[in-house]
Each structure stands twice: as structure tokens, then as C-alpha cells.
């Protein structure tokens, strides 16, 4: 079963920049939507940025202007480019997105396992 792997987490500096990255861990047709999530310790999962298949996007307040959400030209890898982080960005990082495995099945919503975000201050 497809799965989607983050990666570019990290540990990093308040002002600094990172950029994660999501893919599937197999071949697959596309994606067709993809959000970003974060879950800081003791707090609820939250959206911080989605991108729609007609590639509108669409930000928390608190990230706007510093995040951008964005997808490769095969739409199968999505990222989040992540600048001035401030020390409560600090979260794991999940992607969430609905996709095609292959041209005769249907879409479907997966997760990523998450990368954790530190920023010091």
C-alpha cells in the first residue's frame, strides 16, 4: 500500500529557513491535493497549508507570508518551504494527501509519519 515519506526536518535557528519534502514511497499516477499539518507537543493537529488540484493554495495566519506550499510538475512530490521560522513553528510536520496510485484506482487520503521541526531561539 502506498505511504507517503516526509523528510527535511530538522533542528535550525529562529530566522532560519528549511524545506520539507513529501513523496510516495512508490511509483504512483499523481497527486491531487496535499496539505501540510503540525502538531506541536500538547496541542491539537493543525492545518498549516493546502495546495488544491488546481494548484489554489491556501495558509494559516500564523505562517502566511513565510510558508509556501508547493508541488514538482508530475505533481507526485509536494513541499513546504519554511522561512524565518520563529520557535513556535517548532512541531512534527505531517503531509496529508489525496491521490491516484495508478491510472484504475481510485483517489485516496494518506498521511505521512511526520518530521520533527526544532527551532531554537
Known amino acids: 500500500q502506498v505511504q507517503l515519506v516526509e523528510s527535511g526536518g530538522g533542528l535550525v535557528q529562529a530566522g532560519g529557513s528549511l524545506t520539507l519534502s513529501c513523496t510516495a514511497s512508490?511509483?504512483?499516477?499523481?497527486?491531487?491535493?496535499m496539505g501540510w499539518y503540525r502538531q506541536a507537543p500538547g496541542k491539537q493537529r493543525e492545518l498549516v497549508a493546502h495546495?488544491?488540484?488546481?494548484?489554489?493554495?491556501h495558509y494559516a495566519d500564523s505562517v502566511r507570508g513565510r510558508f509556501t506550499i508547493s508541488r514538482d510538475n508530475p505533481k507526485v512530490t509536494g513541499f513546504l518551504q519554511m522561512n524565518n521560522l520563529k520557535p513556535d513553528d517548532t512541531a512534527v510536520y505531517y503531509c496529508?494527501?489525496?491521490?491516484?496510485?495508478?491510472?484504475?484506482?481510485?483517489?485516496?487520503?494518506?498521511w505521512g509519519q511526520g518530521t520533527l521541526v526544532t527551532v531554537s531561539s
Open positions: 495546495i488544491t488540484s488546481d494548484d489554489v493554495t
Open positions: 496529508n494527501a489525496d491521490l491516484v496510485p495508478s491510472p484504475s484506482a481510485r483517489s485516496r487520503e494518506v
Open positions: 512508490r511509483r504512483i499516477l499523481r497527486i491531487n491535493s
